[in-house]
């Protein structure tokens, strides 16, 4: 992961004044913050659409994929769809589909979950040989009465659409497995040493406005089997009201599952927080219960209908990639610690 605070591709030298870090905060947890300083940390201003946000560094290939739907005036739900399917399908991410890190038994287990603008919803969890959830949790939302499938089910019914089975354990994924087992240590929580988790959220607005998000990932590294976190459950790691704004999430899905973080961010921007603020109070929620926080990384992405983004986390390393008209960037969250 790049240490550069900003990361341009493609962008104007203009745009280096974007998205400022906010690293090396205080550890005081119950610090309370000083609503400019959240602000000043994001990228607050409003912006036109299209545009498209997704969390950690293989964002950007991904927003580059969804900006080609998005810069033609095609819809955010196509962009977000296709946009994740390309960290689906690259083997060196180790956190989201092909290539994914298996859970303790050897099994790459996937989980996705996708929102539109008119609020209809689509999930996956706990799916099996199946290169692409994010497309099997779309037909979900689109050719059935139900919003989730797990196991054999999904599977089923995706081979029932025509997805095609195939081994998703590469030979570094399992080299790593392998090496893994002889102290079967599991630490989840430990990003800075072991970075077990980098599930892709992604979340876009498209020319006529319309918000839609996705989100997928092989959750967290040698979890138990049949183990499901945040990520295909609506509400939790990503919530779309196409009259508010739209929320994603990253991190220990147990930590955003307890708090319904992407759902209560969507909620605070309602009540009239900025996307930043709201941000910083779901990981204030986190924060405040869990003694443990300092273990712990979790990190939001949020933005409003005037387009202006946020984000927030627990500790430093969080990085989203921004697409729009200047450019494809990523940026660095600021972060409680
Ligand atoms: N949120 C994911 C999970 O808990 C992990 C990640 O963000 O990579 O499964």
């Not at 000043?40 to 912006?47: E, F, N």
């Not at 689509?122 to 939302?141: E, K, T, Y």
């Not at 081994?167 to 430990?190: C, F, I, M, V």
């Not at 969080?318 to 008209?325: E, P």
């Amino acid at each position: 992961m790049t240490t550069r605070r900003e990361f341009l591709i493609g962008t104007g030298a203009g745009l280096a004044a974007l998205g400022a870090a906010g690293l090396g905060r205080g550890q005081d947890p119950e610090r309370i913050w000083p609503t400019a300083e959240i602000i000043a940390d994001s990228l607050d201003q409003p912006r036109d659409a299209p545009f498209v946000v997704s969390t950690w560094n293989h964002g950007l290939p991904a927003n580059l994929a969804a900006w080609e739907i998005l810069s033609r005036g095609g819809p955010a739900l196509d962009a977000v769809e296709s946009g994740v399917r390309v960290t689906e399908a690259d083997p060196e991410v180790d956190s989201v589909g092909y290539g994914g890190r298996p859970d303790r038994e050897g099994h790459v287990t996937l989980d996705a979950c996708i929102m539109d603008q008119h609020g209809n919803a689509g999930s996956v969890a706990f799916l099996q040989d199946i290169m692409h959830p994010i497309s099997v949790a779309r037909l979900v939302m689109e050719k059935t009465p139900h919003v989730m499938l797990v196991g054999q089910g999904a599977r089923h019914f995706a081979e029932e659409n025509g997805f095609q089975p195939r081994n998703l354990l590469t030979p570094r994924a399992e080299r790593d497995w392998k090496e893994w087992l002889k102290t079967a240590e599991y630490h989840p929580w430990a990003p800075a040493s072991d970075p077990s988790h980098d599930t892709i959220s992604m979340l876009a607005m498209d020319q006529g406005g319309d918000l839609s998000g996705a989100c997928t990932t092989s959750g967290l590294a040698y979890k138990m089997h049949g183990r499901v976190g945040d990520s295909p459950i609506i509400g939790a790691a990503l919530f779309v009201d196409n009259e508010v704004g739209a929320a994603c999430a990253t991190g220990v899905g147990e930590e955003v599952m307890k708090t319904v973080g992407s759902f209560l961010i969507v909620e605070l921007m309602r009540q009239g927080m900025s996307p930043a603020e709201a941000c910083h109070e779901a990981i204030a929620r986190i924060v405040r219960k869990n003694p443990a926080w300092r273990d712990l990384q979790v990190g939001y992405v949020a933005f409003d209908r005037k387009g202006r983004i946020g984000s927030f986390a627990i500790l430093p390393g969080f990085q989203y990639a921004v697409m729009d008209q200047e450019g494809n960037r990523l940026v660095d969250s600021p972060s409680w610690k």
